[in-house]
T-cell receptor, first 113, second 121 residues
Framework: DIVMTQSPDSLAVSLGERATINCKSS????????????FAWYQQKPGQPPKLLFY???TRESGVPDRFTGSGSGTDFTLTISSLQAEDVAVYYC?????????FGQGTKLEIK | EGQLVESGGGLVEPGGSLRLSCAGS????????MNWVRQAPGKGLEWVGR??????????DYAAPVKGRFTMSRDDSKNTLYLQMNSLRSEDTALYYC????????????RGQGTLVTVSS
């Protein structure tokens, strides 16, 4: 199975500052035939279902603010929030959909400092 | 946008069975691969299983912890996904989300609020 490891487990950032969350996969999830990373980011706010933020590692889902950026390739991926807003408080998960089981990272809890 | 409505959750004793249903509307259910993802109380997300479309062969894959105990199925005439859960254990206690895989992509789109399954005596 592909293991997804996020860092850090929790993060406290001041409003307006940059937040960075990392995710590392135990094997390459870049499919060579189409040059796409089978990788997604999700945001889960308290009491809500998760919400898809990015797919193909860096393609922003419709409606996601452009202060969110997804980057990376192969085995190392990053979610960046350029200027943290109060509504960004949530748990963020990464996931690979390269092969079943479609494993998730353990989650990163983002809070306001 | 589309939505999914899960139902069938509840309290069941260890060793018991439960059948979850998930009704889809407002999107192309027939041509969507579908997932179940669960979340134990206060814990992270765990992928349970995926079923492909019938046109893609209807292949089903399961996570190791549920393989042999859980069975996914779909009825495209009713736009409904099912999860038959047998030999339930306390560690199966979770909020179960039915979700679609983004067509042409494979990332998960969570369109419902989930249904809670509690396994306890």
């Amino acid at each position: 199975d592909i293991v997804m490891t996020q860092s850090p487990d929790s993060l406290a950032v001041s409003l307006g500052e940059r937040a960075t969350i990392n995710c590392k996969s135990s094997q390459n999830i870049l499919y060579s035939s189409n040059n796409k990373n089978y990788f997604a980011w999700y945001q889960q706010k308290p009491g809500q279902p998760p919400k898809l933020l990015f797919y193909w590692a860096s393609t922003r889902e419709s409606g996601v603010p452009d202060r969110f950026t997804g980057s990376g390739s192969g085995t190392d991926f990053t979610l960046t929030i350029s200027s943290l807003q109060a509504e960004d408080v949530a748990v963020y998960y990464c996931q690979q959909y390269y092969d079943t089981p479609y494993t998730f990272g353990q989650g990163t809890k983002l809070e306001i400092k | 946008e589309g939505q999914l409505v899960e139902s069938g959750g509840g309290l069941v004793e260890p060793g018991g069975s439960l059948r979850l249903s998930c009704a889809g509307s407002g999107f192309d259910f027939t041509n969507a691969w579908m997932n179940w993802v669960r979340q134990a109380p206060g814990k992270g997300l765990e992928w349970v299983g995926r079923i492909k479309t019938n046109s893609d062969g209807g292949t089903i894959d399961y996570a190791a912890p549920v393989k042999g105990r859980f069975t996914m199925s779909r009825d495209d005439s009713k736009n409904t996904l099912y999860l038959q859960m047998n030999s339930l254990r306390s560690e199966d206690t979770a909020l179960y989300y039915c979700s679609s895989l983004k067509i042409g992509v494979g990332a998960t789109e969570f369109r419902g609020q989930g249904t809670l399954v509690t396994v306890s005596s």
